[in-house]
């Protein structure tokens, strides 16, 4: 079983439109994030969530909307989208033990 | 607050010879420390841990990293390389203050034939 899945693997969309990232861990963790990797391949914190509670917030533009409806799931919803937008989205929830465990990321390609 | 500095962008090493990433980092509480590896297009992979047990970790394929507390260094090796090792190096911080997961910008691994 998949401990952190993420779908889709591979978004292309137009610029302007609205789309969301879903993300599900089965790991029973409490605390989930969302990373934004560049083209340079530098890795970003977006958000943390913990317990269904948002803890970070990057400064993050509002157009990036997480939603948390339980723990086991932080989706990531996006308006609006931008050419800038275009990266990898890489979703985690880390353990107790503060590992952490990573989703196979989304490909977001803005036209 | 806690960081990560990879000490390199890029390195390059001859197929068969050892490979060393360099990982320093800085946290004011007890870290725990990892190594990912990035291949062309892939996502995440794991290759080693550390949560405060042994200080020498030996991870998959052969790697292995050594936590020192004195030098805040976690660096990365590998007794011989292989072409398949050519890919996107990670070293990683989290600590129980801040429950932030901290990335360093990465080094490339280029094997030689």
């Known amino acids: 079983d998949t401990a952190v899945s993420q779908t889709p693997k591979y978004l292309v969309t137009q610029m302007g439109n609205d789309k969301s990232i879903k993300c599900e861990q089965n790991l029973g963790h409490d605390t989930m994030y969302w990373y934004k990797q560049d083209s340079k391949k530098f890795l970003k914190i977006m958000f943390s969530y913990n317990n269904k509670e948002l803890i970070i917030n990057e400064t993050v533009p509002n157009r990036f909307s997480p939603k948390s409806p339980d723990k086991a799931h932080l989706n990531l919803h996006i308006n609006s989208l931008e050419l800038g937008d275009s990266a990898v989205y890489f979703c985690a929830s880390m353990s107790t033990a503060y590992e952490a465990f990573f989703g196979q990321g989304t490909r977001l390609t803005v036209v | 607050a806690q960081s990560v500095t990879q000490l390199d962008s890029h390195v390059s090493v001859s197929e068969g010879t050892p490979v060393l990433l360099r990982c320093n980092y800085s946290s004011s509480y007890s870290p725990s420390l990892f190594w990912y590896v990035q291949h062309p297009n892939k996502g995440l992979q794991l290759l080693l841990k550390?949560?405060?047990?042994?200080?020498l970790v030996k991870g998959i394929n052969g790697f292995e990293a050594e936590f020192k507390k004195s030098e805040t260094s976690f660096h990365l090796t590998k007794p011989s390389a292989h072409m398949s090792d050519a890919a996107e190096y990670f070293c990683?911080?989290?600590?129980?203050?801040?429950?932030?997961?901290?990335f360093g910008k990465g080094t490339r691994l280029h094997i030689l034939p």
């Open positions: 990683v911080v989290s600590d129980r203050r801040d429950d932030k997961i901290i």
């Open positions: 550390y949560t405060s047990a042994a200080t």
